[in-house]
């Protein structure tokens, strides 16, 4: 294992440039905003939790309906930092919840190629590949709408499953 001196040293010269603390500012402003549009245009839909922070691997926010509270379950919409990438996850509420779905949606075309299940979900289906943050509005636009058709799609299998 390296240093842990010489690891923050790194992380404090990083800090200093200032590019990082921009950038991860900007990201996660992007994803209160789009937390909040969301409330506004699928409020009637759907509940939202607060934003989560992380660490500085994903920052999202939960999001669920009577029907996934039902089933244990709850939809997050993330933004994987490492990947930067934004995804709709599938999570259940306790860890036997999720293998248990796991263990039912495995198949799925977001898992199929998949031999083990995720980490922290169930399914983690990329919305956003390759985000454009020059173009905020239109971005935007497309976490909305990308967001609703998979978040369709996983809820209607739920339901015939």
């Known amino acids: 294992m390296k240093n842990l001196n010489d690891i923050v040293a790194v992380y404090q010269n990083e800090l200093r440039k200032g590019d990082i603390i921009v950038a991860y500012n900007q990201l996660v402003k992007l994803m209160m905003n789009t937390r909040t549009e969301l409330v506004k245009e699928l409020g ?4 939202f939790a607060t934003i989560l922070h992380g660490y500085m691997d994903y920052t999202y926010f939960y999001y669920t309906n009577d029907f996934l509270k039902s089933k244990k379950l709850k939809l997050g919409l993330v933004l994987n930092h490492l990947e930067m990438r ?3 996850w599938l999570l259940g509420n306790t860890i036997p919840i ?3 779905y796991w263990n039912l949606l495995k198949s799925t075309k ?4 998949k031999t083990e299940m995720p ?3 169930i399914i983690e289906a ?8 020059n173009n905020l509005a239109l971005l935007s636009h497309h976490i909305h ?3 609703i058709r998979v978040s369709d799609e996983i809820i209607e299998l739920l339901e015939n499953t």
């Open 126 to 133: 990329v919305i956003i590949a390759k985000p454009d943050f």
């Open 145 to 147: 709408q990308n967001m």
């Open 98 to 100: 999720q293998k248990e």
């Open 86 to 88: 934004f995804e709709v």
């Open 110 to 113: 977001w898992n199929k190629y």
């Open 44 to 47: 009637h839909q759907f509940s």
């Open 119 to 121: 980490q922290y979900s």
